[in-house]
């Protein structure tokens, strides 16, 4: 076992998939020598050379659609966006190609690329750095949409999401990639390139997960939200004696049904948390799951806590903008009191 | 400018050019009777959407020469992708004609999809200069697996002016990818002209911005577009990276079945560009040199209608798709849980009327009385 954070975990994820198999190429702006502006592509260069690891042009279309043309071609790309909002233009190759290839080719040739961003807010940086884009690609049909809230989870998912023959959007929590260290097994769960052994793609790729245990008040969140909301919780419990399950719902599309029905009901009461506009956002589909499915096991409505129909504040006020520990707490108490 | 090279002349004032030795009557005969494959295909498609066979078609009639000369120069293992306007690519390197026919009849999963895997074929890509970066991947691919295969993408004018396309060609020049980039500069975007996309005075010169050569050809020339391209792809192997085609020519018919030229053009220009279609031309051509008869010409065609016949028999065997195609293979991994509770909730009401093609549209202002072109 070895204590890493959430971009080391990332790095040594990626040094395993690309060690067992040479299919595996990393591609994006600043991925190679620099080994990414966050590192997490670090080192990959020395171990795996410049064939396989590219520092590309800077052209997110030109990066998305050549990795779509080496996916069909029978090569397993990674590709990298530096920040969240420079996805925009690499936008029409992932909801018109990326996520339409197995439909377009009988499902024989998806396009098996997996598009990691590093997202959201709270790291102080200029406009367009800072952005939630995951509904816009969970409203796309043939794509996956998954997020790591812990290391130990981001290697499993960036093992699972390269396994995977579907694309799948890999949502980085950057406010969260140092946030703390976690033990992890030095061996990886699985070795790329054998198949899906054991349902490791269902279990990392499709599963949420329940990081933290009660039975008063469900709270679904993803991502760097997940530390807020197990902190809110444990300020529920202090102050309110209300014991809150946090569930980390990981995966976004396809959502954890199951996971999201079983907390609902059970805990009579749920509230939603993310960072992303809350006006269509993931928030929204679980809010409807829940109503849809257990709306008579429920003593209130769904609540939300998110960001705001708004741009994404300059960051002098994007402490006003993001969720945080105050405000999932009021938002609980809000669906608490209802 | 750059010179247009050109191997057909005109039986007069304009003389034949060499032919490349490479090229032996037989694969003269051969190329003549790809060209005749697709202009068959093409007629007939027009014919099929015309008594509502199938949907809005979009028309190549003119531009066989691109396609069969730039593919005929490619090797087994290069990889081609088409636009809409080279749906029929396919046909020649092994595709069902009846699966390309079955797309445009909006049959979806195995009936209008094939693998691009199988024959090497992109699938048909209706946005504009998307599939120039796949093009480009796919070399970019084949070069870290030091496969020596090389990519095509066909585009038209219109399409060098879509960010992809310096996209790709950029990719494709600093990463050195084996890339062809056959654009063929029909002069027309739907209604608008050559000039009002671009301030350049050709498409061949923007390759100079990304450091590749840029090539101008006749694009109604068969033999000048298999030169070309052979060129290119002869340099890329040798590690020279990408060349961009300028193949120059006219967009003779209507950009598509719904589309009426009359109201944006002066069709007697049109007239003008039709005496050099490709396929009488090399027709002409094989004549001169009597590589062709009568007989021989009159077989190649009668072959090629067969074939489409057949096409057209298989096409309309296909059973009109059930619901579940909705749901076929949007993932490679599998159903996600939801599709099966969406089919769930299909199958709770009767099933809606089969849908038909629309068949000829009528074009309001077309003619007095709103004539179909």
Known sequence: ?338 | MSEIVRVIGNGADLADGEVPNELAEKDLIELFRWLVLLRTFDERAVALQRQGRIGTYALYWGEEATQAGALYACEDADWVFPSYRQNAIGILRGVPASTVLAWWRGYGGTHGFWNPRDHRVGPITVPIATHLPHAVGVAWAAKIRKDRASSLAWFGDGATSEGDFHEAMNFASVLKTSTVFFCVNNQWAISTPISKQMASETIAQKAVAYGMPGVRVDGFDPIACWKVTRDALERGRQGGGPTLIEAYCYRIMPHGTADDPRLYRDEAESEHWRALEPVGRMAEFLRRRSILDDAQEEQIRAEAKQLVAQAVTDMEAIAHPGQEILFDHVYASGRPWNFDEALDELHQVERPAEVKPLGPPTTPGAGEEGKTI
Not at chain 1, 295 to 324: C, H, I, K, W
């Open chain 1, 1 to 338: 076992m070895t204590a890493v954070n959430m971009v080391e975990a990332l790095n040594k994820g990626l040094h395993e998939a690309m060690t067992a198999d040479d299919r595996v190429v990393v591609l994006g702006e600043d991925v190679a020598k620099t080994g990414g502006v966050f590192r997490v592509t670090a080192g990959l260069l020395d171990r795996f050379g410049d064939d396989r690891v590219v520092d590309t042009p800077l052209a997110e279309a030109g990066i998305v659609g050549s990795a779509i043309g080496m996916a069909v071609y029978g090569l397993l790309p990674v590709a990298e966006i530096q920040f969240d909002s420079f996805v925009y233009p690499g936008f029409e190759q992932i909801v018109v190609h990326a996520a339409r290839y197995a439909w377009r080719t009988k499902g024989e040739v998806p396009a098996s690329i997996v598009i990691r961003i590093p997202y959201g807010g709270g790291v102080r940086m200029p406009e367009l750095h800072s952005d939630s884009p995951e509904s816009l690609f969970v409203h796309t049909p043939g794509l996956k949409v998954v997020c790591p809230s812990t290391p130990a989870d981001a290697r499993n998912m960036i093992l699972a999401a390269i396994e995977d023959p579907d694309p799948v959007i890999f949502m980085e929590p950057k406010r969260i990639y140092r946030a703390g260290r976690q033990e992890i097994p030095d061996e990886p769960p699985f070795t790329v390139g054998n198949g899906s052994p054991n349902g490791a793609l269902n279990e990392y790729l499709s599963k949420a997960r329940v990081a933290r245990e009660g039975d008063d008040l469900a709270i679904f969140t993803y991502g760097a939200t997940v530390p807020l909301t197990i902190d809110a919780a444990e300020k529920l419990a202090r102050e309110e004696r209300v014991e809150a399950r946090v569930v980390d719902l990981r995966s976004l599309y396809p959502l954890d049904v199951h996971a999201i029905e079983k907390a609902a009901s059970e805990c009579r009461r749920a509230l939603v948390v993310h960072e992303a506009p809350r006006t269509a956002g993931v928030g929204a589909e679980v809010s409807s799951l829940i109503h849809e499915r257990v709306m008579l096991d429920l003593e209130a409505p769904v609540g939300r806590v998110t960001g705001y129909d708004a741009p994404f504040p300059q960051f002098a006020n994007e402490d006003d903008y993001l969720p945080s520990v105050d405000r999932i707490f009021a938002g609980a108490k809000k669906v608490l009191e209802f």
